[in-house]
């Protein structure tokens, strides 16, 4: 709020994610699936809500980087899991804010 004043945040991009652990599950712990889900969603949650005032006062838009793993279960542990939540998560916020006149982005990036 310092930085940007009355005007708001016009933009939120959440682009940080971590792949590792993959493994095959049964492989895996529970904090090997919390590691992954803690970045990749839990912490974009966090990011997007505790700037959601800034980016609505300036009908801004949030765009959430996803993966194709967001549509498919490619890899086994926290990673998949995690992207099929910031699908539901945008989804559900783009719904919200539509009305309000904030935009909510995806990108899904495939194998680059």
Excluded: C
Excluded at 50 to 60: H, N, Q, Y
């Amino acid at each position: 709020k310092q930085q940007v004043g009355d005007r708001g945040l016009w933009g939120l991009v959440n682009n940080a994610g971590i792949l590792i652990p993959v493994a095959p599950n049964e492989w895996l712990t529970k904090d090997d699936f919390l590691r992954v889900i803690n970045v990749n969603l839990l912490g974009l949650i966090q990011v997007t809500l505790g700037l959601l005032p800034l980016v609505r006062k300036a009908r801004g838009r949030i765009v959430n980087m996803s993966s194709i793993g967001g549509r498919l279960g490619l890899y086994a542990g926290g990673y998949s899991i995690s992207k099929f939540g910031v699908e539901a998560f945008s989804d559900t916020l783009r719904r919200e804010l539509h009305a309000l006149g904030v935009k909510v982005s995806v990108i899904e990036p495939s194998f680059f």
